[in-house]
Nanobody
Framework: QVQLLESGGGLVQAGGSLRLSCSASGRIFSNSGMGWSRQAPGKEGEFVAAISWSGGGTDDAEDVKGRFTISRDNAKDTPYLQMNSLKPEDTAVYYC?????????????????WGQGTQVTVSS
């Protein structure tokens, strides 16, 4: 059974930083691409960032380029999302996901397992 558990969300002022983590189990994650998506209130979910199985390739959404960095530690089966220069429009529930493909996969529908999400709120 694949399980993903996000942590690290919270309330931060605009311009601040947060680091999200995702504890993963139930799959050989060192062979799998992983990613982050988010959903703001009243909006559809959107892709944020993805990383390949080895960590050698990444893909970021345009509006987070230069501010967010995705990484992974395969020894811990854990991907991370470092978020800097946060803006109020980054406020959303952030979800970790895994795909059976090596990645990076920048399309949400190619992910087959998702975590329950962690809330990120950025105040102005």
């Amino acid at each position: 059974q694949v399980q993903l558990l996000e942590s690290g969300g919270g309330l931060v002022q605009a311009g601040g930083s947060l680091r999200l983590s995702c504890s993963a189990s139930g799959r050989i994650f060192s062979n799998s691409g992983m990613g982050w998506s988010r959903q703001a209130p009243g909006k559809e979910g959107e892709f944020v960032a993805a990383i390949s199985w080895s960590g050698g390739g990444t893909d970021d959404a345009e509006d987070v380029k230069g501010r967010f960095t995705i990484s992974r530690d395969n020894a811990k089966d854990t991907p991370y999302l470092q978020m800097n220069s946060l803006k109020p429009e980054d406020t959303a529930v952030y979800y970790c996901a895994t795909t059976p493909y090596h990645g990076p996969v920048g399309v949400d529908r190619w992910y087959d397992y998702w975590g329950q999400g962690t809330q990120v709120t950025v105040s102005s």
